[in-house]
């Protein structure tokens, strides 16, 4: 995306050049116009030295333009997605959902389950890793009109446009599939990764922080039913 910004922002230096060369040119041809007294080497002569300044200025110009505008991408970029995963920021989820009426659909939050045993068996360098991972499974089950933000650690916020009770269920489990597929770490140190899942619809004029709150409680049962898994299997563990 960077490098078409950067043939579009060439041609507008060009523009900005050519716009004040020939502005330059029109101005001391009428001046010429009106004095009649100015021989024609004078005329060249002025005409030379306002073409040089007026393009050296106008290029000049439009190099700092293009250093304003390209700054600014990278500030709205830093602003929009967040720099791990390349999942939308927080603020700009909620922008895309709000400037949105009536829109209906179901909001997806998960978190990883046991990351904080990746950070600290394998380190953060990992914990990143398995992120990136998350994210990208998540990723390739959104539509052209789906949203997917990291929320804050390891835990995420999926909104899928036009989805009900039973496709968001079959969307959740498709996305589970995928993130149980991947992997950190290498060998016997290899973790394998699961995530836990809270979902909720939200219907045409639903206040949208009401629909993400039912999400939000339904993951925190998700969590209770995965700990309680957890200390099964050590208790079972123990025992033998």
Not at 28 to 33: F, P, V, Y
Not at 170 to 199: D, K, N, P, Q, W
Request: charged share 20%; aromatic share 6%; hydrophobic share 50%.
């Amino acid at each position: 995306m960077m490098p078409r910004l950067v043939s579009r922002q060439r041609v507008m230096v060009l523009a900005v050049t050519l716009a004040c060369t020939m502005a330059a040119v029109t101005t001391l041809i009428n001046g010429a116009l009106l004095d009649r007294q100015i021989d024609q080497r004078s005329i060249v002569l002025n005409l030379i030295q306002v073409l040089g300044l007026g393009f050296c200025l106008s290029y000049l110009m439009g190099l700092k333009l293009m250093q304003l505008t390209l700054a600014s991408q990278k500030l709205e970029q830093i602003a929009s997605y967040d720099f791990l995963t390349d999942a939308l920021t927080r603020a700009r989820f909620f922008a895309q959902i709000a400037a949105q009426p009536n829109l209906r659909g179901a909001f997806l939050i998960f978190d990883m389950n046991d990351f904080k045993r990746i950070n600290d068996t394998l380190g953060h360098a990992a914990g990143d890793l398995a992120l990136v991972q998350v994210a990208q499974a998540a990723r390739q089950h959104l539509g052209p009109q789906d949203y997917l933000c990291r929320l804050g650690g390891d835990e995420f916020l999926a909104f899928f446009a036009g989805l009900e009770q039973a496709q968001i269920h079959a969307r959740a489990r498709s996305i589970a599939m995928e993130i149980t597929a991947c992997t950190v770490g290498s060998g016997a140190a290899a973790i394998g990764l699961s995530a836990s899942f809270g979902l909720s619809v939200l219907e045409a004029g639903q206040d949208m922080d009401a629909a993400i709150a039912l999400a939000d409680a339904d993951l925190y049962r998700a969590k209770s039913i995965h700990h309680r898994r957890n200390r099964g299997h050590r208790a079972l563990r123990l025992a033998r």
